[in-house]
């Protein structure tokens, strides 16, 4: 572990200067070309096998298991030692392939939070489906303050929307229009000593509030069956006495990516292609993701057999789990130069969901850059030819594509499923249990070896190696880079990663 221990000590001191520069410049590319067969989604898929996955899986939760002396049990959340020796074991893989690739460490300051302790009393009675936002403030003091619940009007977006008697008490806000962080804030700014968001839908409410501000307070979310009650109270003048406690931390911690790009093709036309390193904190997401990022792993030691026309660069990114992190900060160091290099990205995250179905995000051209809707039907394409149903999914900003989309970059990708309830219909397709969700273990403790589905991680570990094979020898028929274009939507994203933001 010594060696990337040291790098990312070192990217702790120089995280500020950070720029993704260009990993390089194609000079030994030569040294590949004609050596090796050209690489064939026949011949790379012929290294896939459940045994090599399985294999994997299980050095993976035995990294996890070095975060238990800090968390209680295995994970692999960003700061945790199960983190850096996950970071380890995959800079440690690819620096030992004969040099096929050049390797670059790109470290960054991420958010990081943790909610140790939580409790929310509004009159009498605590509501059960109280639930912290993720990156929310502590209570002053760590302790339980109190004091009045006030109504904000309209959805407490704006600073108009509360009350003076805001000050001093907790503010009671609507879900909708605003990100959660925003209607914090507004508490915040009013006096607010807490807030509590409670959802303008069925379901419970939890999310993020995302990036820290120094407005901020204590902020928890609530289902609408159980706010209904005390907003009609409040609406009848009735008053409220509450109290909230959070306990809780936010903070920024050093982090890495690791990027890895083959020295051979046109460095000019890369097809990139990622998954993301890091697990939520509750538990060892060997699912989530450590499908996807042993994926990209073991296909990398598998490419160096072969030849390539065009450069592939692998990811492996810090800091999903606490909201597409370390993809945005690669993103944004890009210049245009090195945007346009890239012809399309690639998102791989749970590929072996225990209830599966193989899911195809639904990536149009009409609301996304141009190209995306031919990598979709790649995917698709190569399910019918396996002969596989597929479903296609929201491309709705819950994964590590979202930056490269928002910048006029193709993406794309596959999923087996999270939290989603499979239906009977889906059942049907791939059977499984209907009305249980996709991944039992979601975001929790048992997201061990024994929650993967290796049928379903096998064939698409085989897909992901085709989608590789296919574009690195020719991007014939795939609509050409022109510019770097700011993708709009109509309406604003639900979800910055897997968790809500608004």
């Known amino acids: 572990m010594s060696l990337l221990l040291s790098l990312v000590t070192l990217s702790a001191i120089t995280v500020a200067t950070v720029v993704q520069h260009p990993l390089t410049d194609g000079s030994n590319s030569q040294i590949l ?15 896939i096998t459940s045994k090599n996955l399985l294999k994997r899986a299980k050095k993976l939760f035995e990294i996890a298991e070095l975060g238990a002396a800090d968390y209680n049990h295995p994970t692999r959340v960003i700061g945790s030692a199960g983190h850096v020796g996950t970071l380890d074991y995959i800079y440690s893989t690819l620096a030992a392939l004969d040099d096929y690739y050049t390797i670059s460490n790109q470290s960054f300051k991420a958010v990081v939070g943790n909610v140790f302790e939580s409790r929310l009393v509004l009159g009498d009675k605590e509501p059960e489906s109280t639930s912290p936002m993720s990156l929310t403030p502590p209570t002053k003091h760590r302790q339980a303050v109190f004091g009045p619940l006030v109504l904000a009007a309209n959805q407490g977006c704006d600073s108009s929307d509360y009350p003076s008697d805001t000050k001093g008490g907790i503010a ?25 968001i409670y959802n303008n839908e069925e379901g419970r409410l939890s999310g993020t509030l995302g990036e820290p501000s120094d407005n901020h307070v204590a902020t928890f979310g609530l289902m609408k069956q159980d706010a209904e009650p005390y907003i009609m109270d409040l609406e009848g003048g009735k008053v409220i006495n509450s109290s909230a406690y959070i306990d809780s ?28 390193s890091d697990s939520v904190a509750e538990g060892p997401g060997i699912n989530d993701d450590g499908t996807g990022s042993l994926t990209l792993l073991e296909i ?34 890009l210049s245009e130069d090195e945007n346009l290099k890239i012809r399309l990205f690639m998102d791989y995250d749970m590929l072996a969901s225990p209830n599966f179905a193989y899911q195809v995000y639904n990536a149009t051209n009409a609301v996304n850059p141009v190209g995306s809707e031919e990598l979709r039907d790649l995917y698709t394409t190569y399910y019918e030819a396996h002969g596989q149903n597929y479903t296609f999914i929201p491309f709705d900003g819950r994964s590590d ?16 499923g999270a939290e989603g309830v499979k239906t009977m219909e889906e059942a049907a397709m791939f059977g499984g249990t209907p009305g249980q969700w996709y991944d039992p273990c979601y975001h929790q403790i048992c997201d061990t070896v024994d929650n993967l589905h ?21 991007f014939k028929g795939f609509p050409k880079r022109t510019g770097v274009k700011v993708a709009t939507h109509d309406e604003p994203s639900l979800y910055h990663g897997p968790k809500l933001v608004m």
Not at 35 to 47: F, I
Not at 175 to 184: I, L, Q, Y
């Open 401 to 416: 594509y979202d930056a490269f989309i928002k910048h006029g970059i193709p993406g794309g990708g596959i999923a087996t």
């Open 249 to 276: 931390i936010v903070s920024k911690a050093p982090t890495t990516n690791i990027i890895a790009q083959t020295k051979g093709g046109d460095q000019d036309n890369c097809v990139m292609l990622g998954g993301h």
């Open 172 to 196: 009671f806000i609507e879900r909708g229009v605003c990100s959660f962080g925003t209607k914090s804030a507004a508490a915040g700014k009013a006096g607010a000593i807490a807030a509590v």
């Open 454 to 474: 290796f049928e379903a991680w096998e064939l698409n570990t085989k897909l992901v190696a085709h989608s590789i094979a296919t574009y690195a020898v020719s």
């Open 300 to 333: 990398a030691t598998h490419l160096v057999n072969y030849e390539v026309n065009n450069c592939v660069r692998f990811a492996w990114w810090a800091g999903e789990e606490e909201g597409l992190l370390g993809s945005d900060y690669y993103v944004s160091q």
């Open 33 to 47: 070309i004609n050596t090796k067969p050209l690489v064939s989604s026949e011949a790379l898929e012929g290294h």
